[in-house]
Nanobody
Framework: QVQLVESGGGLVQAGGSLRLSCRAS????????MGWHRQAPGKQREMVAT???????NYKDSVKGRFTISRDNAKNTVYLQMNSLKPEDTAVYLC?????????WGQGTQVTVSS
């Protein structure tokens, strides 16, 4: 089982930056893919960025060029550097970890971008 704890959310003005972190702990052999997703009030959860164990990445179109996902396999930690934030980026950001057929989720961290 994997426990995921996110940190780094907060309130920021439009154009500002935040860096989210998510650390995985527990008993597991390895994590294949880690990712960041977000859910705004009244909207469906959506993928923001994912990163494979080999470092391959995938981004939601609207965050390309602004957000960067990275991971430290030795620390079982995934990061999301968010620059040029916009009010529409406001949401709860959740990380997940994929192991074979198992997906674990964190509790989420709130990101609020004011205009």
């Amino acid at each position: 089982q994997v426990q995921l704890v996110e940190s780094g959310g907060g309130l920021v003005q439009a154009g500002g930056s935040l860096r989210l972190s998510c650390r995985a702990s527990g008993t597991f052999v390895s994590i294949n893919m880690m990712g960041w997703h977000r859910q705004a009030p009244g909207k469906q959860r959506e993928m923001v960025a994912t990163i494979g164990r080999d470092g391959s990445t995938n981004y939601k179109d609207s965050v390309k060029g602004r957000f960067t996902i990275s991971r430290d396999n030795a620390k079982n930690t995934v990061y999301l550097q968010m620059n040029s934030l916009k009010p529409e980026d406001t949401a709860v950001y959740l990380c997940n970890a994929v192991r074979l057929a198992t997906v674990d989720w964190g509790q989420g961290t709130q990101v609020t971008v004011s205009s």
